[in-house]
C-alpha cells in the first residue's frame, strides 16, 4: 500500500495537481505589494460600482463570477511555495479570469499563467480551493487553457476534480409579437473529471453514467452507492463515492 501510495502521489506531483498540499511552514507568504506587482489592471474588471450594478447595467441576470461580491481569498502562484496574505478575489467562471482586489482599494486581474491555487472563504463560511490546470495539456481531453478545479478527491487511485462554469443563457426576444423582454441570465454548471491512474473521464454526477464509463466497477458502485446513501448530483458525495472506491 505504501508503495502504491507513493507512486500515485509522485504521478499526481508531476501531473500538477499537488499544489495544495505540502506548504512550507518557514518561507514567508506572498505580500498583497507583490501580487500587485504581477497583476495589471483590466478597464473592463468589476469595481465595487460594476458589482453592485452590474445586471442592469448589462441588462442580465446574475453574474459570471462565482460570487456576486468580493470575497476574501488566498492565491498561490508561479515561484511561491506558500499561500499569499488575504486579499479579496473575484474568480471569473464565464471567462476563465481572477479579479483581486487589494487593501489599498487597487482593482487588477492576476494572470492565470501565473497562478497555480486560489482559496475562496464564501459567505457561508465555507471554504474553496481550486488548483489551476490545463487539461488539454496535461491529458489531451477537456477545454483549452487554463481553468478553475476543484478537487473532490485525491487519493491511491482516483483523483477527482470538479470544473465550475458558468454562461450567458439568451433569452427568446419576437419585437413584433409585443413581448417583454426579459434579461439574459447567467446560468452555472458543473463538469466532473475522474483520472484513475491511466486516463482521465468526464462523468455526470449519476450512477448510471459513471457505471458506463467504469463498467468492471458498476457493481461495486451500485453497491457503495445504496449502502452509503449516496446522492451523486451532491458534489460531496460525488467525491466520497471515488473514496469508497479506493480500498473496493
Do not use: C
Not at 87 to 96: A, G, H, W, Y
Not at 154 to 168: S, W
Not at 172 to 189: H, I, Q, T
Request: hydrophobic share 35%; glycine share 8%.
Amino acid at each position: 500500500m505504501q508503495a502504491r501510495h507513493t507512486i500515485a502521489l509522485l504521478i499526481l506531483t508531476a501531473l500538477g495537481f499537488n499544489s495544495l498540499a505540502g506548504q512550507n511552514t518557514t518561507t514567508p507568504k506572498a505580500t498583497q505589494q507583490q501580487i500587485s506587482q504581477l497583476s495589471y489592471i483590466r478597464p473592463e474588471g468589476p469595481t465595487i460600482t460594476d458589482l453592485a450594478d452590474y445586471g442592469s447595467a448589462r441588462k442580465t441576470e446574475g453574474t459570471p463570477y462565482l460570487y456576486p461580491e468580493w470575497a476574501p481569498g488566498r492565491i498561490r502562484f508561479e515561484g511561491q511555495p506558500n499561500f499569499s496574505e488575504i486579499l479579496d478575489v473575484m474568480p471569473d467562471l464565464e471567462n476563465n479570469e481572477l479579479y483581486i482586489q487589494l487593501s489599498t482599494g487597487y482593482v487588477g486581474e492576476f494572470p492565470m499563467d501565473r497562478l497555480d491555487a486560489l482559496e475562496v472563504y464564501g459567505p457561508d463560511q465555507d471554504t474553496l480551493s481550486y488548483e489551476i490546470q490545463n487539461l488539454q495539456e496535461l491529458f489531451g481531453v477537456g477545454d483549452h487553457g487554463r481553468r478553475f478545479y476543484e478537487i473532490l478527491h485525491r487519493g491511491d487511485r482516483y483523483l477527482v476534480l470538479h470544473q465550475p462554469i458558468k454562461y450567458l443563457r439568451k433569452e427568446e426576444y419576437v419585437e413584433n409579437l409585443g413581448m417583454a423582454r426579459r434579461p439574459d441570465k447567467y446560468m452555472g454548471r458543473s463538469r466532473f473529471w475522474v483520472y484513475d491512474g491511466t486516463r482521465l473521464a468526464e462523468v455526470k454526477s449519476n450512477q448510471r453514467n459513471i457505471a458506463k464509463v467504469f463498467p468492471r466497477k458498476a457493481s461495486t458502485i451500485k453497491r457503495l452507492v445504496r449502502s452509503n446513501d449516496l446522492n451523486l448530483s451532491n458534489k460531496a458525495d460525488l467525491g466520497r463515492l471515488f473514496e469508497l472506491l479506493e480500498d473496493s
